[in-house]
């Protein structure tokens, strides 16, 4: 058997090297950011964003309710035929912790229930800072 050589070793490394690259997203490079989850109220990040293009998002998931996401609550009922589009969910939801139990909540509780879409925090934090 013959040893194997230090070019090969290194060709090989380069060229997984590249695949690796050619196969990352190319945001930054060639094309926008996806959208992501955005709200005044987060003025910093402990995580990385959570990508969310809403309509595509809706699109998918056969969501025609707005209330579903964007609901109004009034004495500890949700409002039937109200939703809060236009607002931000910071302007009932608070900041902080409860802003952040909020998104979790809706989300998560969601894709749990339809068995579809992530749930852990590495799968749903990927943008990039």
């Known amino acids: ?3 194997i050589r230090a070019k090969t070793i ?3 490394a380069l060229v997984a090297v590249l695949a690796l ?4 997203p190319a945001w930054g490079r060639d094309q926008a950011p996806p959208p992501v989850v955005s709200d005044s109220a987060f003025d910093h990040h ?5 990508p969310f293009a809403h309509d595509e998002h809706n699109d998918l998931a056969a969501i025609e ?18 939703d809060s589009v236009g607002m931000e969910c910071s302007e ?14 809706r989300c998560k509780e969601c894709h749990q229930e339809t068995g579809l879409g992530p749930i852990l925090c590495a799968t749903c934090h990927t943008v990039p800072r």
Do not use: F, Q
């Not at 309710?65 to 109200?82: I, W």
């Not at 009932?92 to 909540?105: E, F, K, M, N, V």
């Open 1 to 3: 058997m013959k040893p």
């Open 10 to 12: 290194l060709g090989a």
């Open 21 to 24: 690259v050619s196969l990352t």
């Open 46 to 50: 402990r995580r990385r964003a959570a």
């Open 65 to 82: 309710d707005c209330a579903l996401c964007h609901h109004v609550v009034e004495n500890g009922r949700v409002k039937e035929d109200e």
């Open 92 to 105: 009932c939801h608070g900041s902080g912790l409860p802003l952040i139990a909020a998104y979790h909540g």
